[in-house]
T-cell receptor, first 113, second 111 residues
């Protein structure tokens, strides 16, 4: 009974490259959330998705960031033309539904050099 | 927008002492959850509170939801070194879509 799977665990990108972060939710969970965490800071909401739908993207930067959760396969958080300020830990969480507890993945630590 | 603040930001205690972290929201919350994140780890769900004035206990941990549903607290009795980590509260936002996480309280327990 695998939990939330995120990969890669660590990702290093040069400025200007693209970063793709993947998240497979817990079995039976159809709600996926992406959060960003800077060192010694809290979790900042980015986007909430259900299968093939973006429900709330109010926390996503307007440019360079996009997310999807296709009918088949994992949810993808995509960052184009990365900059140093994008360096952070990106956590994915899934739940059975709104108002339920979240199960977090181990996160992807993105470093932009 | 939704704002959830926690105090203190950092807390150092001697092993065996008690610890409390407080969570305050700018708006009324539908419910509130608490998570623990160990250093270098990911947040782990601890508990959810839904009712006004609700109190729940998990061994040495006591969770409370305020009467006005705008604040909450987590109290740990007789801390142990295994309690080390950052404790986050998370409140369900106005839209009911997602939880907004508090700023977190980092707990250090000195043996």
């Amino acid at each position: 009974n695998a939990g939330v799977m995120q990969n890669p665990r660590h990702l290093v990108r040069r400025r200007g490259q693209e970063a793709r972060l993947r998240c497979s939710p817990m079995k039976g969970h159809s709600h996926v959330y992406w959060y960003r965490q800077l060192p010694e800071e809290g979790l900042k909401f980015m986007v909430y998705l259900q299968k093939e739908n973006i429900i709330d993207e109010s926390g996503m930067p307007k440019e360079r960031f996009s997310a999807e959760f296709p009918k088949e396969g994992p949810s993808i958080l995509r960052i184009q033309q990365v900059v140093r300020g994008d360096s952070a830990a990106y956590f994915c969480a899934s739940s059975l539904g709104t108002g339920n507890g979240y199960t977090f993945g181990s996160g992807t630590r993105l470093t932009v050099v | 927008g939704q704002q959830v603040m926690q105090i203190p930001q950092y807390q150092h205690v001697q092993e065996g002492e008690d610890f409390t972290t407080y969570c305050n929201s700018s708006t009324t919350l539908s419910n509130i959850q608490w998570y623990k994140q160990r250093p270098g780890g990911h947040p782990v769900f601890l508990i959810q509170l839904v009712k006004s004035g609700e109190v729940k206990k998990q061994k040495r941990l006591t969770f409370q939801f305020g009467e006005a549903k705008k604040n909450s607290s987590l109290h740990i009795t007789a801390t142990q070194t295994t309690d080390v980590g950052t404790y986050f509260c998370a409140g369900l936002g106005d839209t009911g879509n997602q939880f907004y996480f508090g700023t977190g309280t980092s707990l250090t327990v000195i043996p």
